[in-house]
């Protein structure tokens, strides 16, 4: 090989290798720090339990001993930051059973569904048959950009859900409510503290 594309190839590996390692220290993971969380069920026919790890862990078991005919999900997302209005990041209200196509149309939460219907034997089909569900340890991937769009440095966010079940005379009866609020802390990938 000649000494000219010699050092072109050094150079080209070079600035390969700079461009790498600039993106490596630029990239950050989120974590989420939970605050409180607390939820309410509709034992004996509808019994939820739910625990939280680090490194932004849920699992949960929920017992369905009555099926459910018309379940409907609501959502509510609300950052807030010190001196700041409150932000509503996602409000929606709908049928379980449409709730995969809408999902599905928003980017951001497709992976943390997919994730988690790989990590659980949930369903969002209608009616909700008599069973027990069950959601293992499933981590939110740090890199996953619904964590760094929550994320505000002085910030807290909510989460406000429920699952109702819509009665034949159109009232909303809930099943289960739940409430979370944390922070979500920014740091480098790969530390696991
Ligand atoms: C859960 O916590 C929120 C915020 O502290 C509170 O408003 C709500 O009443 C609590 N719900 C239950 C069921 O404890
Ligand atoms: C919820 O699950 C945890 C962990 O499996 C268990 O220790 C706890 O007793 C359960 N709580 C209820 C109310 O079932
Ligand atoms: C969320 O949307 C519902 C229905 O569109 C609306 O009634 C409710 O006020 C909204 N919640 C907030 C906090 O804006
Ligand atoms: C879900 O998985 C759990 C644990 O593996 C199992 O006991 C339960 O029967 C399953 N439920 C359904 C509806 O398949």
């Given at each position: 090989?000649?000494?000219?594309?010699?050092?072109?190839?050094?150079?080209?590996?070079?600035?390969?290798?700079?461009?790498?390692?600039?993106?490596?220290?630029?990239?950050?993971?989120?974590y989420?720090?939970?605050?409180?969380?607390?939820?309410?069920?509709?034992?004996?026919r509808?019994?939820?339990?739910?625990?939280?790890?680090?490194?932004?862990?849920?699992?949960?078991?929920?017992?369905?001993?009555?099926?459910?005919?018309?379940?409907v999900?609501s959502?509510?997302?609300?950052?807030?930051?010190?001196?700041?209005?409150?932000?509503?990041?996602?409000?929606?209200?709908?049928k379980?059973?449409?709730?995969?196509?809408?999902?599905?149309?928003?980017?951001?939460?497709?992976?943390v569904?997919?994730?988690?219907?790989?990590?659980?034997?949930?369903?969002?089909?209608?009616?909700?048959?008599?069973?027990?569900?069950?959601?293992?340890?499933m981590?939110?991937?740090?890199?996953?950009?619904?964590?760094?769009?929550?994320?505000?440095?002085?910030?807290?966010?909510?989460?406000?859900?429920?699952l109702?079940?819509?009665?034949?005379?159109?009232?909303?009866?809930?099943l289960?409510?739940?409430n979370?609020?944390g922070?979500?802390?920014?740091?480098?990938?790969?530390?696991?503290?």
């Open positions: 090989m000649n000494v000219l594309s010699d050092s072109i190839l050094s150079i080209t590996i070079w600035i390969v290798l700079a461009i790498h390692l600039e993106i490596e220290c630029k990239e950050k993971c989120y989420i720090d939970l605050l409180y969380s607390n939820w309410t069920d509709d034992r004996p509808f019994i939820v339990n739910m625990t939280f790890s680090s490194q932004n862990g849920i699992a949960s078991v929920t017992t369905i001993n009555d099926p459910v005919i018309s379940p999900a959502l509510l997302i609300v950052q807030q930051s010190p001196n700041e209005k409150k932000r509503i990041v996602y409000n929606m209200t709908t379980l059973c449409a709730i995969k196509g809408i999902i599905d149309a928003v980017p951001l939460f497709k992976p569904k997919e994730n988690m219907l790989r990590q659980s034997n949930y369903t969002f089909s209608c009616p909700l048959n008599k069973g027990v569900y069950v959601m293992n340890n981590r939110i991937n740090p890199k996953n950009p619904l964590l760094s769009l929550l994320y505000q440095a002085k910030g807290i966010f909510t989460v406000t859900g429920a109702l079940e819509e009665l034949p005379n159109s009232e909303m009866h809930p289960s409510t739940y979370f609020a922070k979500i802390l920014k740091k480098g990938c790969g530390r696991l503290d």
